[in-house]
């Protein structure tokens, strides 16, 4: 499936656990994922019908075959959680993926090239990705939490200039919790066919609905499913998430 045939995202509708569902990116990633938590994972997104399962690189492929009959995209993404592989490294994993049945890559950049005042390098490397994907939607991890306000605003322009195709304010809850506020800043800055990305310790179904009505397109989390249940009434804001921690 190219990035034109990827699962609609619905624009209304948010307060139903349906429209929650398409517009959630399933999130497993850990460095201890065994296969019956992977096949879980699948079997959750199949179940709830979410716009994405997010998946290591190493089961991108399989995730590709088990989905191949799904509406469900297949998500992964390059260097998390560094950011620190060498720039033609980025782009060799990203033409893999690609070959594996990816159709969407997350971007970890590198926040030092920013810190250092690197423009040109940081440019580069997140645009040497967006060219190996050959068209296939690039996700760059912001890191805002990271960044004070005047890198904040660079770190979009040259990610927008680099040809990706949505912003995103960070990778994980370990960086910082997705806030409405870094919704509605990204969107302020966004071209209008740029989307965004909420991601980082969004645990609760009133976290999505916030995020959303500030301007998030997708969700990213790792408590899906719970989300799922809560916004179903089915299942107390326990807040328990999956392997995938609080991405």
């Not at 990116?25 to 997104?45: D, F, K, Y």
């Not at 509605?184 to 071209?191: K, M, S, V």
């Not at 066919?193 to 991601?199: E, G, L, V």
Request: charged letters at 20%; a neutral charge; glycine letters at 10%.
């Amino acid at each position: 499936m190219s990035s034109a045939d990827s699962p609609i995202i619905e624009s209304s509708g948010s307060n139903r656990p349906r429209g929650i569902a398409g517009r959630i990116q399933s999130t497993l990633i850990s460095n201890t994922v065994t296969e019956a938590q992977w096949q879980g994972h699948i079997a959750g997104c199949l179940q709830h019908q979410f716009h994405a399962a997010m998946v290591p690189p190493s089961w991108v492929k399989r995730t590709a075959e088990a989905l191949r009959n799904s509406r469900i995209c297949v998500a992964s993404f390059i260097d998390f959680p560094l950011g620190t592989m060498t720039s033609a490294g980025k782009g060799q994993e990203a033409k893999i993926l690609v070959a594996h049945g990816v159709q969407e890559i997350d971007l970890m950049p590198n926040v030092g090239f920013l810190l250092s005042g690197m423009e040109k390098q940081y440019f580069e490397d997140v645009k040497g990705v967006v060219e190996a994907a050959n068209g296939i939607p690039i996700k760059i991890m912001l890191e805002l939490p990271l960044l004070d306000s005047q890198q904040r605003e660079r770190a979009v322009k040259l990610s927008i200039d680099a040809g990706v195709a949505y912003l995103k304010n960070a990778s994980s809850g370990a960086v910082g919790v997705a806030q409405p506020s870094d919704m509605r800043f990204l969107r302020r800055l966004a071209p209008a066919h740029i989307r965004i990305k909420a991601s980082g310790g969004i645990k609760h179904a009133d976290q999505v609905r916030a995020l959303l009505e500030a301007g998030a397109d997708l969700i990213g989390t790792s408590a899906a499913t719970q989300i799922m249940l809560e916004a179903s009434g089915k299942a107390a804001s326990s807040g328990s998430e999956g392997a995938g921690g609080s991405y």
